[in-house]
């Protein structure tokens, strides 16, 4: 619903013209900032619309950006009251206490197609720039805090011993600070001598699991440079 999507109607002709909604097999999703920055007939209305829109086109899961903090945290809760869908974000301490319908992340269950074997568990997590409350206006936050992104992997941890067994990572991060290296680094183990891996020893994986489930990836060096 901002500037850069064409809005809500362009959103809606696309997925129309790509799904049948209600459709199962089919997960609409949204990364962050879904209003804060919206285009200015909805701005007009506060934002309130906003919802309303991403209701009836079917959203499933939203996930909360910098923009959505651009006001207080009682004009935040507003539009999040009026969603029909849920916002995800494993690394917003005290979110679900202070927001309503802010939990760490969701399991979606895609039935089979033959409709006899298993559905397959979807989990959908979501994550905040921890450069995020530096880009508001002080205080917007209020009492929650920013963790780091190894909360996402503690996740993925958690919805794997739920039977979850395909992921989707939905991380509102600024490509030109630190918050996709945190990412790629809570992922993926990444090391070198500048960048340590800060959730290796967080994560703790039950013996009784097969190995072969398991693929270690690492990756020698990050090239932080602007080019």
């Not at 802010?102 to 921890?130: F, N, W």
């Not at 509102?172 to 070198?192: Q, R």
Request: glycine share 6%; charged share 20%; net charge negative.
């Amino acid at each position: 619903c901002t500037y850069a999507s064409g809005g809500a109607p362009t959103l809606n002709r696309m997925w129309h013209d790509k799904t049948l909604y209600g459709d199962r097999h089919v997960i609409h999703l949204a990364n962050g900032d879904s209003f804060g920055i919206s285009q200015k007939i909805a701005a007009f209305f506060d934002d309130h619309l906003v919802p309303l829109f991403l209701n009836a086109m079917h959203l499933d899961f939203d996930i909360l950006g910098n923009h959505n903090f651009d006001k207080t945290l009682e004009y935040l809760n507003s539009v999040l009251e009026r969603s029909n869908y849920s916002y995800l974000s494993t690394n917003l301490i005290n979110a679900s206490k202070v927001l309503t319908k802010v939990s760490p992340y969701a399991i979606y269950e895609v039935p089979a197609e033959d409709g006899v074997s298993q559905p397959l568990r979807v989990a959908v997590i979501g994550g905040i720039d921890s450069d995020a409350i530096d880009k508001v206006y002080p205080g917007r936050f209020g009492t929650i805090a920013v963790n780091n992104f190894c909360s996402i992997v503690q996740a993925l941890e958690k919805a794997y011993n739920q039977n979850a067994r395909a992921f989707f990572i939905l991380a509102h991060v600024s490509t030109n600070g630190t918050g996709l290296p945190e990412l790629l680094n809570a992922l993926f183990s990444f090391k070198d001598k500048n960048y340590l891996s800060e959730c290796a020893s967080i994560l703790e994986v039950p013996q009784e699991r097969l190995p072969e489930e398991y693929v270690q990836k690492g990756i020698t060096s990050i090239d932080k440079t602007d080019e």
